[in-house]
């Protein structure tokens, strides 16, 4: 089993940033993948941006180059930066792991952007 706690969600005006931390309670280097998911509200869950136990790195074509993904071992800790936000970008954003052949998800953080 993988515990998954987000937290840094908020509420920020168009323009600005939020940094998003997904605490994992299994070393991060054992987790094959980690990633973020968001759902907005009438819409399905997608995949923002996602981060392999070898560093590689992937992002939704709309979130490229102003998101990043990040993670610190140490720690056991994924982050998410993201910086110039849309109001497009209000969802529920998810933080996800794959270990082995299972995936786990945490509660999701309210990431809300006002115009």
């Known amino acids: 089993q993988v515990q998954l706690v987000e937290s840094g969600g908020g509420l920020v005006q168009a323009g600005g940033s939020l940094r998003l931390s997904c605490a994992a309670s299994k070393t991060i280097f054992s987790i094959n993948r980690m990633g973020w998911y968001r759902q907005a509200p009438g819409k399905q869950r997608e995949l923002v941006a996602l981060?392999?136990?070898?560093?590689?790195?992937n992002y939704a074509d709309s979130v490229k180059c102003r998101f990043t993904i990040s993670r610190d071992n140490a720690k056991n800790t994924v982050y998410l930066q993201m910086n110039s936000l849309k109001p497009e970008d209000t969802a529920v954003y998810y933080c996800?792991?794959?270990?082995?052949?299972?995936?786990?998800w945490g509660q999701g953080t309210q990431g809300t952007v006002s115009s």
């Open positions: 981060i392999t136990s070898g560093g590689n790195t």
């Open positions: 996800n792991a794959v270990y082995g052949y299972q995936t786990f």
